[in-house]
């Protein structure tokens, strides 16, 4: 059977409509067709959609399909998102350029985001950021992602300890200067991470619950090198 022009219209149609459908079922649905058959006109509903769609797995499909067009045609739209009033805009947006891992959306990144003050945000820029950075910036990207060490739950410190780790040995300056911090919370997850760098394989808890013994005893700061 040919498919014609108004059988592809009628289609694209379906999904835009699908996008907006209130069951997240058929959001789901219409955006695993978006990227299934990419079509330009999908790209700034997807984008759209993703500043504002409530369930999780819907987001991740949005992000797929997005992933499935041209760079060309979807950077523009996300690095405009990264820069919007809405939190979970800017949290999906950088998600999905850490997916796509197009290095010229690296400028995007901004201080502004890796310190974000919405927690979703900030981890959603630490992982984009890792991908995204030219080696000859990891340096200075792992001195701005140490600004961050203390922040928040083990999860949202686990990530950061991951996103630092994936710089490798770049890190080892700043996460040295953070353990020498008066503030416990930055000392031991610093001293976590240098672990974590030494041995990929010990596992935060054990690397953090190590770190606070240290502290605790009265071991040197620098005892984590």
Known sequence: MTITGHDTDADAVRVLKGLEDSCSSVRLRAALAAGTAPDPRFVDRL????????????????????????????????????????????????HTLSKIGDRRAWPAITRKLLSDADTDVARSAWRAAVVLVPDGEKSA???????????????????????????????????????????????????????????????????????????ALGGSHQEGR
């Open 47 to 94: 984008v759209e959609r993703c500043a504002i769609e409530p369930e999780f797995l819907v987001r991740d499909m949005l992000t797929w399909a997005l992933t499935r067009h041209p760079v060309s045609m979807t950077l523009p739209g996300l690095v405009r998102e990264v820069r919007s009033e809405r939190a979970q805009a800017r949290s999906q947006a950088l």
């Open 141 to 215: 990207l792992a001195e701005v992602l140490a600004t961050q060490l203390g922040r928040g739950e083990r999860e949202t410190q686990l990530s950061l300890s991951r996103a630092l780790v994936a710089l490798g040995d770049v890190i080892e300056p700043a996460v040295r200067a953070a353990a020498t911090s008066p503030d416990p919370y930055v000392c031991a997850h610093a001293l976590a991470t240098q672990r974590l760098l030494r041995d990929p394989d010990a596992g935060f808890e054990f690397a953090i619950e190590e770190a606070k013994r240290v502290i």
